[in-house]
T-cell receptor
Framework: GNSVTQMEGPVTLSEEAFLTINCTYT??????LFWYVQYPGEGLQLLLK?????DKGSNKGFEATYRKETTSFHLEKGSVQVSDSAVYFC?????????????FGSGTQLTVLP | SQTIHQWPATLVQPVGSPLSLECTVE??????LYWYRQAAGRGLQLLFY??????ISSEVPQNLSASRPQDRQFILSSKKLLLSDSGFYLC?????????????FGEGSWLTVV
């Protein structure tokens, strides 16, 4: 079945630092890949997604590229802000699982200090 | 545009009491509906999903049940809560069957069983 492995946190960075959160997956076929963000006390919001190999998803300065050869979908941002402090979840759907269900990683807590 | 509403937002219930969390989606028809649970400091676990009225799939054996009495209404219930049922419950929706379709989450319901 599908699985997602995410870089363990917590991650603490200073404002304007470069961010990378690693995500790798296990799935047969061609899953779709997602990054969701959860701000304190809130539900999950879609941050970005990619539905086929070599696609790059981007939103709010965050980027992630679907790398089928390394089965990865690492999240990056060139200059983080205090407002980026949240929990980030990598997820996939399709592949060897249902196309209508998401399999999540365990989440990575990011704290950005001023 | 589509919106998802989930209530109550917070709930404190004694062990052995019943539970009812309700979720409704507006602005779309025949959505796929989901209940996820997020235990403290952990990732998200899919509990139930539904592709249509009266069609419920359970992913994890547990003390909970789900019902879909109307197209855009999804209810999570329990007859007798356990301490281990405490957590953050998220309702979500999506459309179609493609793995690339985004799943959208509600704001969540905090349940504390005491």
């Amino acid at each position: 079945g599908n699985s997602v492995t995410q870089m363990e946190g917590p991650v603490t960075l200073s404002e304007e630092a470069f961010l990378t959160i690693n995500c790798t997956y296990t799935a047969t076929g061609y899953p779709s890949l997602f990054w969701y963000v959860q701000y304190p006390g809130e539900g999950l919001q879609l941050l970005l997604k990619a539905t086929k190999a070599d696609d790059k998803g981007s939103n709010k300065g965050f980027e992630a590229t679907y790398r089928k050869e390394t089965t990865s979908f690492h999240l990056e941002k060139g200059s983080v802000q205090v407002s980026d402090s949240a929990v980030y979840f990598c997820a996939l759907s399709g592949g060897s699982g249902s196309a209508r269900q998401l399999t999540f990683g365990s989440g990575t807590q990011l704290t950005v200090l001023p | 545009s589509q919106t998802i509403h989930q209530w109550p937002a917070t709930l404190v219930q004694p062990v052995g009491s019943p539970l009812s969390l309700e979720c409704t989606v507006e602005g779309t028809s025949n959505p796929n509906l989901y209940w996820y649970r997020q235990a403290a400091g952990r990732g998200l676990q899919l509990l139930f999903y539904s592709v249509g009225i009266g069609q419920i799939s359970s992913e994890v054996p547990q003390n909970l049940s789900a019902s879909r009495p109307q197209d855009r209404q999804f209810i999570l219930s329990s007859k007798k809560l356990l301490l281990s049922d405490s957590g953050f419950y998220l309702c979500a929706w999506s459309l179609g069957r493609d793995s690339g379709n985004t799943i959208y989450f509600g704001e969540g319901s905090w349940l504390t069983v005491v």
